[in-house]
């Protein structure tokens, strides 16, 4: 590992505050451009065709301008790059994927990307993750140049401190951020490699963090949920009870999961067998995702379908709301509550006041949005949404279990109120654990709110999630993505025993019967 005060640890430092930096810059911009579109959406208020026009062509152009930049600056840099760090991480040379113009053209095209708003749905981290690598990429052979020895050992322990960089740059939590890192991006992680990656996680979400903090800016979800979620106000002693409701949401995210990696594997495997698609998507890419996202964004027209969708919030306000501790049926109904949109964004959730059939039809459409949105040939993450959408089922389940307990849970003489924004908390962590056959979703739950009331029943609704999405050698949904590209992969380790076990079998079999044969 080195010296404590040696070349690589500098290197380390300079890479989670340059990395941390250009994930400041991203959010700087695309709050500009957002708040862009929000004015001149606002501005137009009584002429429906005009803001409808105002609703759809403005994130179809921002779609159009990513994908055209990116395809002709870089094609490398469309889609999220999580498949192809792993790619590289287990020793694949893929000099293309950490080039400078990659870098270049994979950053623009993700502030495009990002800016198009929640119409599109689509989020950072993925991407950011292959920035972070390619910024390694560089500082590496910028150290080596200083030292005059190259050392291939360290060539990849920077590569593998970057990507958890990636992650904690994008959330400021450098914990969960290392935990992704091993269990998505590396094969195998070597113990000497622990040190160097917490702490350029660690100076990448202080830096990230000090940035937020000076700007006023809070990034895409950084410090949203300690200020208006307070999960403390349910007791200790409501341990049991939570434990118990907890179990259904855990197994309705394992199951949705299912059916959403199904739908992704179909579509991926649809996009490469259909000829009309694939002469679209090698000649008109731009074409393709400005017709895709006119789509979404007519659906998510906030004077038609789209306010039963909440789809004037963006995405940060978007899980926020979801797990804010008030129960929206209850505040609805309340005539001394005057709902502010700008000042409660949890209010755009129950135009109609039932908020019910708001996050239900939310649930619906989304799915399939969601999976159409992975098509788009675009810089774009896939993490965020997943967890916003497992954010929006634990809340359904939450505000029906407040529903019917209105006066809250008995646990002997005590009552304990109903907290909604747990359960969508436990939501988001065990469905995008699921979709990722990871566990590192319920420490950034944790993360991300500062406490850890309910760590426990997170935890455990995380596993169980995961149990059921891994039922059948199914495929995570980067390892659908990997085997798409026709990538190198470490497949289930569960399905190589079996073969070994059953070739060993049939090896001592026949060796046996030679025996025989020949006695």
Same mark, same amino acid.
């Given at each position: 590992m080195g010296?404590?005060?040696?070349?690589?640890?500098?290197?380390?430092?300079?890479?989670?505050?340059?990395?941390?930096?250009?994930?400041?810059?991203?959010?700087?911009?695309?709050?500009?451009?957002?708040?862009?579109?929000?004015?001149?959406?606002?501005?137009?208020?009584?002429?429906?065709?005009?803001?409808?026009?105002?609703?759809?062509?403005?994130?179809?152009?921002?779609?159009?301008?990513?994908?055209?930049?990116?395809?002709?600056?870089?094609?490398?840099?469309?889609?999220?790059?999580?498949?192809?760090?792993?790619?590289?991480?287990?020793?694949?040379?893929?000099?293309?994927?950490l080039s400078l113009t990659n870098l270049f053209a994979k950053y623009v095209g993700l502030i495009?990307?990002?800016?198009?708003?929640?119409?599109?749905?689509?989020?950072?981290?993925?991407?950011?993750?292959?920035?972070?690598?390619?910024?390694?990429?560089?500082?590496?052979?910028?150290?080596?140049?200083?030292?005059?020895?190259?050392?291939?050992?360290?060539?990849? !322990?920077?590569? &593998?401190?970057?990507?958890?960089?990636?992650?904690?740059?994008?959330? +400021? @939590?450098?914990?969960?951020?290392? #935990? *992704?890192?091993?269990?998505?991006?590396?094969?195998?992680?070597?113990?000497?490699?622990?040190?160097?990656?917490?702490?350029?996680?660690?100076?990448?979400?202080?830096?990230?963090?000090?940035?937020?903090?000076?700007?006023?800016?809070?990034?895409?979800?950084?410090?949203?949920?300690?200020?208006?979620?307070?999960?403390?106000?349910?007791?200790?002693?409501? !341990?049991?009870? &939570?434990?118990?409701?907890?179990?259904?949401?855990?197994?309705?995210? +394992? @199951?949705?999961?299912?059916?959403? #990696? *199904?739908?992704?594997?179909?579509?991926?495997?649809?996009?490469?067998?259909?000829?009309?698609?694939?002469?679209?998507?090698?000649?008109?890419?731009?074409?393709?995702?400005?017709?895709?996202?006119?789509?979404?964004?007519?659906?998510?027209?906030?004077?038609?379908?789209?306010?039963y969708m909440a789809s004037k919030l963006t995405i940060k306000q978007l899980l926020s709301s979801l797990l804010d501790s008030r129960q929206w049926t209850s505040q609805s109904h309340n005539a001394s509550v005057v709902l502010q949109p700008n000042l409660c964004p949890w209010s755009e959730w129950i135009p109609s006041g039932n908020p019910y059939l708001t996050l239900g039809f939310f649930l619906f459409m989304k799915l399939w949005m969601l999976v159409l949105a992975c098509t788009l040939p675009l810089p774009a993450g896939y993490f965020m949404p997943v967890f916003i959408y497992g954010a929006a089922i634990g809340r359904l389940f939450g505000e029906g279990l407040a529903f019917v307990s209105l006066n809250g849970v008995y646990l002997g003489q005590d009552r304990n109120p109903i907290n909604p924004g747990g359960y969508a908390l436990a939501g988001a962590a065990a469905f995008s654990g699921a979709v990722t056959h990871t566990l590192s979703p319920a420490l950034l739950a944790l993360e991300l709110t500062g406490q850890s009331t309910h760590a426990a029943p997170i935890l455990l609704a995380t596993l169980v999630a995961n149990a059921l999405a891994r039922s059948g050698q199914r495929p995570s949904f980067y390892d659908a993505l990997s085997i798409s590209k026709k990538l190198p992969h470490l497949p289930s380790l569960l399905k190589i025993l079996f073969w070994l076990f059953k070739d060993d079998i049939f090896f001592n079999t026949t060796f046996c019967q030679q025996n025989v044969l020949a006695q």
């Open positions: 010296s404590l005060m040696g070349m690589e640890w500098y290197c380390f430092a300079a890479l989670g505050i340059l990395t941390a930096f250009l994930s400041f810059l991203m959010d700087l911009s695309v709050a500009k451009l957002l708040r862009a579109h929000q004015w001149l959406y606002s501005q137009l208020e009584g002429h429906c065709l005009l803001q409808f026009l105002c609703w759809t062509l403005y994130p179809v152009s921002l779609s159009a301008l990513s994908t055209s930049f990116s395809q002709s600056i870089c094609p490398f840099s469309a889609g999220s790059g999580v498949p192809e760090v792993r790619t590289i991480l287990s020793g694949v040379d893929m000099p293309h994927y495009c990307t990002l800016a198009a708003g929640s119409t599109v749905f689509l989020g950072k981290v993925g991407p950011f993750v292959h920035l972070s690598t390619m910024v390694g990429a560089y500082l590496n052979q910028l150290c080596t140049v200083l030292r005059g020895v190259k050392e291939e050992r360290t060539e990849g !322990a920077m590569l &593998v401190v970057a990507a958890a960089v990636g992650v904690a740059s994008c959330f +400021g @939590a450098p914990i969960s951020g290392v #935990l *992704f890192s091993v269990e998505v991006m590396s094969s195998h992680f070597a113990l000497k490699d622990y040190c160097p990656c917490f702490f350029a996680a660690a100076c990448g979400a202080l830096t990230f963090h000090l940035l937020s903090m000076w700007s006023g800016e809070q990034g895409e979800v950084t410090n949203i949920i300690k200020y208006n979620t307070c999960l403390e106000c349910i007791p200790d002693q409501d !341990a049991l009870t &939570v434990y118990f409701f907890i179990s259904p949401i855990r197994l309705l995210c +394992g @199951a949705v999961s299912c059916v959403y #990696l *199904f739908c992704h594997r179909w579509i991926l495997l649809f996009i490469k067998t259909n000829k009309i698609l694939i002469k679209v998507l090698s000649t008109e890419k731009a074409l393709y995702s400005a017709m895709v996202v006119f789509l979404l964004a007519s659906v998510t027209f906030p004077l038609s379908a789209g306010q």
